[in-house]
């Protein structure tokens, strides 16, 4: 930063002299040349060091390592029977999506990607309806290890967006809000946190259980986003790993 100074000085003392003999034609083209003299090597001392620097990036403080899932791999559920909660379903579709997609084919949707890695790696999975299929909140009532409902909300405000995790009990929190952090590591979407809440599902259960809005299909970009496989992908993922971390 000594340079930058030193020029500064320069471009003043430059600038003052020509203050003082502005009358002196010959002065205003010779400003003119220090300055883009100055302006160059500025410009240049700056490329160099930043934009065309060889020197290795700095690595970022926190680096996320995704668990992998892959069949193979040492990941274990060591046969934990994981209940999975398809929100919605058969004459009930829930929220309705811009695109035409139902909340419950989407929570479906997911559901299935959350279960192929879940068994893959050796929990048991259990779900509480059949694709297509209705299922009361009573009969949603199921007996494993760890519950996960999934839901997407839909706001009349189609500026509301975000994913939020709920619970009932105290013996259910850790569990929500690990979900929170792993859904967050993966979801651009707003983080809503985890919060109390007295959905049936939650408390008619005394074990770790969860519900999680994953996003607002009302909101344009929540909804493009849970439509696509990718994204579905990108949630089974997270869940799978909040299930994992959790348990570990
Ligand atoms: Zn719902």
Same mark, same amino acid.
């Given at each position: 930063m000594d340079i930058i100074k030193k020029w500064m000085k320069h471009a003043l003392k430059a600038t003052t002299e020509f203050l003082k003999y502005r009358k002196s034609l010959y002065m205003i083209p010779l400003f003119f040349m220090i300055m883009a003299v100055l302006i160059v090597s500025v410009l240049y001392f700056l490329f160099q060091t930043d934009l065309f +620097?060889? &020197?290795?990036? &700095?690595?970022?403080?926190?680096?996320?390592?995704?668990?992998? /899932?892959?069949? $193979?791999?040492?990941? +274990?559920? #060591?046969?934990?029977?994981?209940?999975?909660?398809?929100?919605?379903?058969?004459?009930?579709? $829930?929220? +309705?999506s811009v695109s035409g997609q139902t909340e419950a084919?989407?929570?479906? +949707?997911?559901? &299935?990607?959350?279960?192929?890695?879940?068994?893959? #790696?050796?929990? #048991?999975?259990?779900?509480?309806?059949?694709?297509? &299929? /209705?299922?009361?909140?009573?009969?949603?009532?199921?007996?494993?290890?760890?519950?996960?409902?999934?839901?997407?909300?839909?706001?009349?405000?189609?500026?509301?967006?975000? /994913?939020?995790?709920f619970y009932t009990y105290d013996n259910q929190k850790e569990f929500a809000e690990m979900m929170n952090e792993s859904l967050d590591k993966y979801s651009d979407f707003r983080n809503r946190g985890t919060n109390q809440s007295n959905f049936q599902v939650t408390w008619q259960l005394d074990y770790p259980a969860t519900l999680i809005e994953l996003g607002y299909l009302s909101n344009e970009i929540d909804e493009r986003m849970m439509s696509s496989e990718d994204y579905q992908d990108l949630m089974a993922q997270a869940i799978a790993e909040g299930i994992y971390n959790y348990l570990n």
């Open positions: +620097s060889d &020197e290795p990036e &700095e690595e970022a403080e926190y680096e996320s390592i995704a668990i992998d /899932f892959d069949q $193979g791999s040492d990941v +274990s559920f #060591n046969g934990e029977t994981i209940i999975i909660d398809p929100g919605h379903g058969g004459k009930d579709p $829930g929220a +309705s084919e989407i929570v479906y +949707s997911i559901a &299935e990607k959350t279960e192929d890695i879940l068994v893959s #790696n050796g929990a #048991n999975v259990e779900f509480t309806r059949a694709q297509d &299929e /209705f299922a009361s909140l009573d009969e949603r009532k199921a007996d494993g290890d760890l519950f996960i409902s999934l839901h997407s909300d839909a706001m009349e405000d189609p500026s509301i967006t975000g /994913f939020t995790t």
